[in-house]
């Protein structure tokens, strides 16, 4: 069983920085692609970003390109995401996501395995 933990949520003002961090336990980490999505409320699920199981490849949605970036390390099974330059547009809860397969996929409906989420807040 797959098991993601998600940490370091909180609040912060426009244009600070916050790094969530997601501990993953219950198959071979290094095997599979990782990915972020975030959810607002009354909004759609949304994706972030995603990172190959190598960490050679990253992939991010536009509206966090440049200011998001996602690192993983497969020794210690996890994966991070670094936010910079936060704007209240950002607000949600993050999610740590991936698959039953290892391609990575920017749809964010095509993930099989979340965790609880973390929820994250920019003030204006």
């Known amino acids: 069983q797959v098991q993601l933990v998600e940490s370091g949520g909180g609040l912060v003002q426009t244009g600070g920085s916050l790094r969530l961090s997601c501990a993953a336990s219950?198959?071979?980490?290094?095997?599979?692609?990782m990915g972020w999505l975030r959810q607002a409320p009354g909004k759609e699920r949304e994706f972030v970003g995603a990172i190959s199981w190598s960490g050679r490849s990253t992939y991010y949605a536009d509206s966090v390109k440049g200011r998001f970036t996602i690192s993983r390390d497969n020794a210690k099974n996890t994966v991070n995401l670094q936010m910079n330059s936060l704007k209240p547009e950002d607000t949600a809860v993050y999610y740590c996501a991936t698959r039953t397969v290892v391609a990575v996929t920017t749809n964010p409906y095509e993930y099989d395995y979340w965790g609880q989420g973390t929820q994250v807040t920019v003030s204006s």
């Open positions: 219950g198959r071979t980490f290094s095997g599979y692609a």
